[in-house]
């Protein structure tokens, strides 16, 4: 069964800073993703990893993966006040399409 | 732009009615999925469809079903609502090795 854990699940951070939230999964995948949600919204896709020593980057945001470590990080830099939101990460098995997702961390950034 | 689009966005339905949520995707994507999001638990995989009349289960498939007559469609069905299935329930698709779309989310509560 694949297990996927974030942590933090709550983060809360001031303007300015910068902070990583980590993804750890059970098994190997080849496949990585990564969702923001706002209150009462849907999910916004933001990053699709799919091989080891992956790195992108849009704005504040750099995800990266580690599939040895099994890992992949969301580093976010200079937080602003839009980043709060939840963000998931999701991982697909490798025999399939269907996405077991994280927990979700909860982030708020504050003044 | 790829585009998820399910049929409500709110939902009120009573105790021991049946239930459907369509959704629908335009991009002819091969898998369709159903989750369902509650507070602390995350996103849940109900049920799943690699192809027209096909269907898997997901984690959570007591009390759903699902029917998919044609590519584009995808339809959840609770064959006699109850109150534990008050949540937010999202659709998603995708193609093989790309981004998983969602659509908007239906936020049912049973009565």
């Known amino acids: 069964e694949l297990k996927v854990e974030q942590n933090p699940l709550f983060l809360s951070m001031q303007e300015g800073k910068n902070y990583t939230i980590y993804c750890n999964y059970s098994?190997?995948?080849?496949?990585l993703y990564w969702y923001r949600q706002d209150p009462g919204k849907s999910l916004e896709s933001l990053f699709v990893?799919?091989?080891?020593?992956a790195v992108k980057q849009e704005g504040r945001l750099m995800a990266s993966l580690d599939t040895k470590a099994r890992l992949s990080t969301l580093h976010i830099t200079a937080a602003v006040h839009d980043l709060s939101a939840t963000y998931f990460c999701?991982?697909?098995?490798?025999?399939?399409?269907?996405?077991?997702f994280g927990k979700g961390t909860s982030l708020l950034v504050t003044p | 732009d790829v585009k998820v689009t399910q049929s409500s966005r709110y939902l009120v339905k009573r105790t021991g009615e049946k239930v459907f949520l369509e959704c629908v995707q335009d991009?002819?994507?091969?898998?369709m999925f159903w989750y369902r999001q509650d507070p602390g638990l995350g996103l849940r995989l109900i049920y799943f469809?690699?192809?027209?009349?096909?269907?898997e289960k997901g984690d959570i498939p007591e009390g759903y079903s699902v029917s998919r007559e044609k590519k584009e469609r995808f339809s959840l069905i609770l064959e006699s609502a109850s109150t534990n299935q008050t949540s937010m329930y999202l659709c998603?698709?995708?193609?093989?090795?790309?981004?998983?779309?969602f659509g908007q989310g239906t936020r049912l509560t049973v009565v």
């Open positions: 990893l799919l091989s080891n020593g």
């Open positions: 991009m002819d994507h091969e898998n």
């Open positions: 998603a698709s995708i193609a093989s090795n790309t981004e998983a779309f």
């Open positions: 469809s690699y192809d027209v009349k096909m269907k």
């Open positions: 098994t190997t995948s080849d496949r």
């Open positions: 999701a991982l697909a098995s490798n025999s399939g399409y269907a996405l077991n």
